[in-house]
């Protein structure tokens, strides 16, 4: 499900599925877009980021088009607890790398994977940044 | 850091398109003259080939290299470099003025980052500024290239970077009456490319940029980001178009003018080592 921002339109409450995942998309060439993303943020409920929100950086390929600075982004990551994941949708391989680990991060926030939770899969990640 | 008023005059007021450039290899100050004259040599010789770079005119290039001794951030640059292509047309017999063609010159304004790490036989002059025709350019690049064995790279400007420019430049005192600051953005996504210019009295932008800095002398990101999205929202507020959601492309201050394509004008000789220090430290950072 996409959305230009948050809060979801209430009408539609009652139709949709349980959320597993959020998926925050910060085009690295639109300030907007982080300013859309901060915003949208409070209205996500706490619960959500233990592991069941992450942030996507889309077009870094294009270092000379960059309108925000990448330690914002981290900073934000380290904010919320959430991994920060960066791509560029221009290019096809990396394109589909990407969806890959979006797909098993979903997996293992819809418990679908045996033994691995949200939270322990989250943990994982940080520790390996820290590293 | 009084600069030769004359030769300064040269670099103010001129379109200069940005180039990085790695450390040169085996130069020497004072061999300026003979660098002139083999270069000189190596354009007729490239001309001769057919490889002309102006058709129907027949045209003698003279080339002049001199050094820019006070166009340095400290003791540690290099002073800068800078190479002339003047024309005399070989039909004339009257006085031979030579007519400038191009300019280019390579410099490095506080750029021990690079040249404190960089052996002995190397010279950094990161920067490189030039203006006049491209194909001069490249017949003057490229005999740079094969003497030196060095690497000149195209310097585009960012966003955040052209950001950081009006942001510093709005902000700096100005006795005479100052042109507007204008910032160009260019709509992404279109089918029609569509530009947008919003032009600020230079007065309020400096105002703006006071209440904003904290600490004269030094500028944070934060500051910068304070300082754009109050312009972001000021527009906003009478146009509701969200600016941060478009390229900045371009930007116009009373010191300078910079656009993304790495072209930059300079118009204050008072703050020419300033403008240098921030594109000698663009130019490092793409080499590095």
């Not at chain 1, 539609?12 to 690295?28: G, K």
């Not at chain 2, 004072?30 to 040599?41: F, T």
């Not at chain 2, 094969?146 to 960012?158: G, V, Y």
């Not at chain 2, 530009?195 to 006071?210: G, Q, V």
């Amino acid at each position: 499900h996409l959305a230009t921002s948050l809060p979801l339109p209430s009408e539609r409450d009652h139709l949709r599925p349980r959320i597993d995942l959020v998926v925050f998309m910060i085009d690295i060439k639109s300030k907007y877009s982080l300013k859309n993303v901060e915003t949208s943020l409070a209205y996500v409920d706490a619960s959500f980021f233990l592991g069941k929100v992450c942030f996507l950086v889309t077009g870094v390929g294009r270092v000379n088009a960059c309108s925000i600075e990448t330690n914002a982004v981290c900073k934000l990551g380290e904010t919320y607890c959430s991994p920060v994941l960066f791509c560029e949708l221009e290019l096809e391989g990396v394109r589909t790398a990407t969806a890959q680990r979006l797909v098993q991060i979903l997996r293992i926030c819809a418990g679908h994977i045996p033994g691995v939770s949200a939270l322990s899969f989250v943990s994982l990640m940080r520790k390996s940044d820290d590293d | 850091e009084k600069a030769d008023p004359q030769k300064t005059a040269l670099l103010l007021r001129k379109a200069w398109t940005l180039y990085s450039v790695t450390p040169l290899y085996g130069f020497r100050r004072a061999r300026l003259r003979d660098y002139a004259r083999l270069l000189g040599a190596f354009i007729a010789a490239e001309k001769q080939k057919g490889l002309a770079v102006e058709v129907g005119v027949e045209l003698d290039i003279k080339v002049a290299l001199s050094s820019l001794a006070d166009i340095r951030g400290s003791e540690l640059d290099q002073a800068a470099l800078l190479v002339q292509l003047s024309s005399r047309s070989r039909g004339s017999s009257r006085n031979s003025e030579d007519k400038p063609l191009w300019w280019g010159w390579f410099c490095s304004v506080f750029g021990e980052e690079l040249s404190e790490n960089v052996p002995e036989p190397f010279t950094c002059l990161p920067l490189f500024l030039s203006h006049g025709a491209e194909s001069y350019t490249a017949l003057v690049g490229s005999w740079f290239q094969k003497t030196f064995d060095c690497c000149f790279r195209r310097l585009a400007i960012s966003p955040l970077n052209l950001s950081w420019m009006v942001a510093m430049w709005a902000g700096c005192k100005l006795d005479r009456a100052a042109s507007a600051v204008e910032l160009v953005f260019s709509v992404p996504r279109l089918a029609q490319p569509l530009e947008i210019s919003y032009a600020i009295h230079p007065e309020d932008a400096k105002a703006l940029w006071d209440t904003v800095q904290k600490t004269p002398g030094e500028i944070t990101q934060e500051e910068v980001d304070v300082f754009m999205d109050c312009l972001y929202a000021h527009f906003h507020r009478h146009f509701k178009i969200h600016l941060s959601a478009a390229k900045l492309v371009k930007i116009s201050t009373a010191i300078a003018s910079a656009h993304c394509d790495g072209i930059v004008k300079i118009l204050h000789s008072q703050y020419l080592p300033g403008v240098l220090m921030l594109l000698t430290e663009l130019a490092i950072s793409q080499i590095q």
